[in-house]
């Protein structure tokens, strides 16, 4: 089994450290899941960068993973999530991106599973405006996936991850818990295992002002200044598993 990921900082595994800094992340777990359902080696490949928006994802990153040799069984996509909140963004551009990934992928022999990203609007300053863009560009999405025969795991549509416990701290990315339901929900799709459950009840999270002006002062102006200086805070970051890496069973993916 040969299981490649392109995609932005969900795919990449931000929020979900490890004891030494990497990150972890659900298509990590992907493949660790996949090893142990079929108690053999997976080889994996992962060339996520976080910040990323859809064009290059689809272009430099699937054309990495096409020149692999030998091609991936399977590629999980999920890309959009950067776009979505920049102004002025043309969703239909993104919906015929993907189409060319997915035509691009049947053309190579490749199976795609689609996902859309978690919703974090609740907790995000103009969380509405940009939960609307997401459900439509989710829907299309969907469309898509029906039209090419593509798995689609529908993570926008999940009620369960929105809870707060699955967030971290920037209330953008999720935590290792969300990285972890996420995982359960692909490998589900894939036919490994159940559907993951609902985690069980917790009392709401109740933010206090200092919470609040923390959270603006650490993570909403540092965003704001990234945008207004045109960079990203991927820029001078390189994929994590850009060729194919060993994943053993019972072993978790470790950073080289």
């Known amino acids: 089994m040969r299981y490649a990921a392109i995609g932005d900082s969900f795919t990449e595994g931000v929020g979900d450290p490890r004891p030494d800094g990497t990150v972890r992340g659900w298509a990590d777990r992907v493949a660790e899941g996949l090893s142990a359902a079929l108690g053999e080696p997976v080889e994996y490949a992962n060339l996520a960068i976080r910040g990323r928006l859809l064009r290059p994802i689809v272009t430099e990153q699937l054309d990495a993973v096409l020149a692999l040799d030998p091609l991936p069984d399977v590629l999980t996509l999920n890309g959009g999530g950067n776009d979505?909140?920049?102004?002025g963004v043309r969703l239909d551009d993104l919906l015929a991106l993907t189409e060319s990934a997915f035509r691009r992928c049947a053309d190579a022999g490749v199976r795609v599973v689609a996902l859309?990203?978690?919703?974090?609007?609740?907790?995000?300053?103009?969380?509405?405006?940009v939960r609307r863009r997401?459900?439509?560009?989710?829907a299309g999405i969907a469309g898509?996936?029906?039209r090419y025969d593509v798995t689609f795991v529908?993570?926008?549509?999940?009620?369960?991850?929105?809870?707060?416990?699955?967030?971290?701290?920037d209330r953008l990315h999720l935590a290792a818990a969300g990285h972890e339901r996420v995982a359960g929900l692909v490998l589900h799709a894939l036919g490994h295992g159940p559907a993951p459950a609902p985690a069980p009840p917790v009392p709401p999270v109740l933010r206090s002002f200092a919470t609040t002006?923390?959270?603006?002062?650490?993570h909403v102006l540092p965003w704001?200044?990234?945008?207004?200086h045109g960079t990203s805070s991927g820029d001078l970051l390189d994929p994590k598993y850009p060729t194919w890496h060993p994943v053993t069973?019972?072993?978790?993916?470790?950073a080289d």
């Open 134 to 138: 997401g459900a439509y560009l989710t």
């Open 154 to 169: 529908n993570v926008f549509g999940d009620a369960e991850i929105r809870h707060p416990r699955y967030w971290s701290t």
């Open 144 to 146: 898509l996936c029906e």
């Open 84 to 87: 979505m909140l920049r102004p």
């Open 224 to 228: 704001v200044n990234r945008r207004l």
């Open 116 to 129: 859309s990203g978690a919703d974090p609007t609740a907790q995000l300053p103009l969380g509405r405006v």
């Open 213 to 218: 002006t923390r959270y603006y002062r650490e």
């Open 249 to 254: 069973p019972g072993t978790a993916t470790a």
